[in-house]
């Protein structure tokens, strides 16, 4: 079920895709759906909980390089490959926008955020060839920011190049351009 609302929601956006959309879809009952989600809303968490599960995969098998100039070519590629799908990222920002005036759905969002940032806090950590010149937990958010600014930009001009995202995550891990 999940598998088709993501399918969905990739394809068709948050608010165009319904619940009878996707239990038909999926080959369920609508009343199947509900036994599993309350709300189309809590529908999309799962789907966007599933992305960012393998997104922090992907994230991890690139902070698992040995050297920082290796994990620095990692992100590059992977930067390339998937900042700015235009498919997630508007998913990411329609929801987001739904959620403005919910507070309970805010509150979610925001959990979730902070456990992204989490992670990436605890990546910039586990590297020990890193020289952040900042808190860690600064430089985390940082990094989001930066990814998800990015992903933004190159979701309506995928033209644009990831190479001053790579330089700026230089910058943020103490590195020189030379690393």
């Not at 165009?16 to 968490?45: H, M, Q």
């Not at 929801?95 to 309970?104: L, Q």
């Not at 902070?114 to 808190?135: E, F, K, Q, S």
Request: with cysteine; net charge negative.
């Amino acid at each position: 079920m999940i598998a088709t609302a993501k399918r969905l929601f990739l394809e068709d956006g948050f608010q165009a895709t319904t619940l009878d959309k996707v239990a038909k879809a999926a080959g369920f009952t609508k009343g199947a759906v509900y036994s599993n989600f309350r709300t189309k809303d809590e529908l999309c968490l799962a789907v966007l909980d599933e992305i960012h599960a393998e997104r922090a995969t992907e994230v991890a098998e690139i902070i698992a390089a040995p050297t920082a100039a290796q994990r620095l070519l990692r992100m590059t590629e992977w930067a390339e490959r998937v900042v700015g799908e235009p498919d997630w990222t508007h998913l990411e920002l329609e929801f987001s926008v739904h959620a403005r005036r919910d507070e309970h759905l805010r509150a979610e969002l925001a959990t979730r955020l902070d456990n992204i940032v989490g992670m990436v806090g605890a990546a910039l950590r586990a590297t020990d060839d890193l020289d952040t010149p900042m808190p860690r937990a600064e430089a985390a958010v940082a990094v989001l920011a930066l990814g998800v600014g990015l992903g933004l930009f190159r979701s309506i001009d995928p033209g644009i190049p990831v190479a001053g995202m790579i330089s700026a995550l230089r910058a943020i891990a103490g590195l020189s351009p030379d690393d």
